[in-house]
Structures are given as structure tokens and as C-alpha cells.
Nanobody
Framework: VQLQASGGGLVQAGDSLRLSCAAS??????LGWFRQAPGKEREFVAA????????YYADSVKGRFTISRDNAKNTVYLQMNGLKPEDTAVYYC??????????????WGQGTQVTVSS
């Protein structure tokens, strides 16, 4: 099982980035994005169910971030608009096998760094 995240970078406040997570090896109930800033705990950002594309967001990113998926490419995207310095973190994608988007995720990809300068 592999979850390959990409798309991070250094941008200025107000800019956009799109993260990608290519999944292989398993069929997941949901794929999610999490982030961890220095000195902080990892937090949920967004998740999407694979079959019905139901999307869920943390309050801090609602209206700015959009999660989507491409079944043909087995890839989930996180479009991040209106980036703020507080969005700076390492972003991880994760796959969940069981029903629901909360709780423990079963597989994790490597992180991709997002840095937003003010």
C-alpha cells in the first residue's frame, strides 16, 4: 500500500496550492488530509469518501480548501486557496478502511511541506 503525497511548496499569503495524494494497493473507504505544524499536534484538515465523494472539512479551512478525487487516477487532491501563514505545516494524506472519516486512519503517506509566508 502506498500513499504518495506531493505538491507542497513555499508560497505567499493569499496564494494557492494543490496537493495530490496518489493511492495504490488498497481500496479505501475514505482518504483524508492531516497537517502538523511545528510544536503542535497533528490535526484533521479534510476527508473525502471514495464511493460517494462526501467531503468533510475542519472549520479552519472551510471555504478555502476543497478536497476532490479522481477515481481513474486513484488520486485525491486538496486545493488550497487563500493560504494563510497559519496553514504552514507538513501535510499528510491518509487512508481509512472502515466506515467513517473520524477515528484512526490505517495507512499514511509521507508528508509534504507547505510554507506560507506573510
Amino acid at each position: 500500500v502506498q500513499l504518495q503525497a506531493s505538491g507542497g511548496g513555499l508560497v505567499q499569503a493569499g496564494d494557492s496550492l494543490r496537493l495530490s495524494c496518489a493511492a495504490s494497493g488498497r481500496t479505501f473507504y475514505a482518504l483524508g488530509w492531516f497537517r502538523q505544524a511545528p510544536g503542535k499536534e497533528r490535526e484533521f484538515v479534510a476527508a473525502i469518501t471514495w464511493t460517494f465523494s462526501n467531503a468533510y472539512y475542519a472549520d479552519s479551512v472551510k471555504g478555502r480548501f476543497t478536497i476532490s478525487r479522481d477515481n481513474a487516477k486513484n488520486t485525491v487532491y486538496l486545493q488550497m486557496n487563500g493560504l494563510k501563514p497559519e496553514d504552514t505545516a507538513v501535510y499528510y494524506c491518509a487512508g481509512k478502511l472502515r466506515t467513517g472519516v473520524t477515528g484512526n486512519y490505517d495507512y499514511w503517506g509521507q508528508g509534504t511541506q507547505v510554507t506560507v509566508s506573510s
